[in-house]
């Protein structure tokens, strides 16, 4: 059902920076619609991380960026600690007026 | 504080229907640009968004679920309705209401834990 890619498993050392593609189509991303990402631990509901592609809300670290460009957009984090070893998922409209997801990517630290 | 809770059954045989009722507090549904989503994740696999209703009372479904979702609200008691008919074992997940605050962007801020619905003869 996910109509936004992203890879299902990224990983990398504590401190090194890792990005999370999420590829939509013009018929979302690409329409102009923004880019939500949500951070999930196993066995709790979703947090939002970044909205309106490059906005973090309160409590969420400078560490995490959003990034859109064209059909696709990105979730970097930059200095990788532990705790953020968790699932991550994108999000946007589609031109049908209904949400997307992504098929979610797995962050693991080494 | 915002806060979203979902209720409804753990358990339903193939074929019934499923009510599940998202209960908020901390915000009014009737406010300009407000909106409650649901959105399930079935164990092990990727969130999938449901439906969602507007303060204007606009209904938008998933387009492959579209003729099995209702979406309802009633705004005096704070409460999102969900009804899914014909019920089948893929429909086992982890069901979730979300609220989402602005008129121009559709993020959602506020999550509920989730209910967990099995599907089972």
Redo the contacts between chains.
Sequence with gaps: ??VLTQPPSVSGAPGQRVIISCTGSSSNIGAG??V?W?QQFPG?????LI??NTNR?SGVPDRFSGSKSGTSASLAITGLQAEDEADY?C???DI?????????TKVTVL | QVTLKESGPALVKPTQTLTLTCTFSGFSLSTSGMRV?W?RQPPGK????LA?IDWDDDE?????LKTRLTISKDTSKNQVVLTMTNMEPVDTATY?CARSPSPV??????????TTVTVSS
């Design positions: 059902q996910s619609y923004d939500h949500y709790t509901a979703p947090k939002l909205y309106v809300p998922y999000q946007s409209y049908s007026r209904i949400g997307v997801f992504g098929t979610g | 989503s959105i990727a969130l999938e968004w969602r938008y479904y998933n387009t492959s979730y962007s559709y993020y959602m801020d506020v999550w509920g834990k989730g």
